[in-house]
């Protein structure tokens, strides 16, 4: 167990922030949910309207640590992808 004040503090730090990346990966998946939910649905609109709030949020996770940047851009190239072969 931590002995030192500094590993005290570090455990106590590695809680919070970890809450905190645990619900920005979560709104992140909330997000690609729903564009998933409107390609399935066959609707190019809303599934355009969708892809426009996951880009965000993608970007913000690569930005903060909680995402990789190849993984982003993985999952963001093969959502347009799909959106594109509604037309």
Known sequence: ???TPQAK?????NGRRT???RARVSRIRTYVK?????????DKATALAAIS???PELAR???K????KNTAARKFSRLSR???ALA
């Open 61 to 63: 996770g690569v930005s």
């Open 82 to 84: 799909r959106i594109a």
């Open 1 to 3: 167990m931590a002995n």
């Open 65 to 68: 640590g909680v995402l990789h």
């Open 53 to 55: 709030k996951v880009q």
């Open 19 to 21: 809450e905190i990346n």
């Open 34 to 42: 729903q564009v998933e939910a409107a390609i399935e649905s066959g």
């Open 9 to 13: 503090k570090r455990i106590r730090r």
